[in-house]
């Protein structure tokens, strides 16, 4: 998981204890739990929320400044996305590492030089998932070796064809969209 800020001083009427804390349910990714928490006022509260793994998320850049996309099925809305290489940490695995794999595995990359962009908490309301945000250059393509059952297309778009993508709600990916706006500040990209 990543590195959590620092509390301040200031910050204790807004935290809450946790009192006790069950699992509903343990499935092969995600676990779901319910917690009681003592609120900074001192009543009892329930919060339910799902324990995810952490992930990371890479934007690979050709030597053209095209970016790598993948779409991808994405069965809990029944349609396909437009999105970046992006995967789930494997136990005690550094998130480096996972991007990595990542890259080579969903888009068939090998990137010489890696830039954390930073991370993203993209369901803090009700989620533990971090997602760290890589940017990959110094590509070389070596194949992709897809999860047995992960079945995915890869293609390359231009910075300004993805932002014209989300402003025609064809990139709709919380974490792909931030990544963008995050990469293309760290290029200094202009229309």
């Known amino acids: 998981m990543s590195a959590e800020p620092p509390r301040g001083a200031d910050d204790a009427h807004l935290i809450e204890a946790r009192v006790s ?5 343990q499935g092969s990714l995600l676990e779901v739990r319910r917690d009681t928490v003592r609120l900074p006022d001192g ?7 799902i324990v995810h793994p952490g992930a990371v998320l890479v934007v690979p850049v050709l030597p053209d400044g095209r970016l790598v996309i993948e779409r991808q099925f994405r069965y809990p809305l029944g349609r396909v996305f ?3 290489p992006a995967g789930k940490l494997e136990p005690d695995e550094p998130a480096l590492v996972t991007a990595q794999r990542e890259l080579i595995e969903e888009a068939g990359y090998a990137a010489e030089q890696w830039t954390r962009l ?9 989620s533990t998932e971090a997602i760290d ?5 110094g590509l070389t393509h070596v ?3 897809l999860d047995d059952g992960e079945f995915l297309e890869i293609g ?6 993805m932002f014209a993508a989300v402003d025609r ?3 709709t990916d919380a974490k792909t969209v931030t990544a963008l706006c995050l990469y293309a500040r760290h290029v200094g990209y202009r229309e």
């Open 21 to 25: 804390s069950e699992t509903v349910f």
């Open 43 to 49: 009543r009892l509260a329930k919060r339910e929320y």
């Open 82 to 84: 437009i999105e970046f």
């Open 118 to 126: 930073g991370v993203i908490h993209p369901l803090l309301a009700y």
């Open 133 to 137: 945000l890589y940017v990959a250059t």
């Open 143 to 145: 194949g992709a070796k």
């Open 156 to 161: 390359t778009m231009s910075v300004g064809e």
């Open 169 to 171: 709600g064809l990139i």
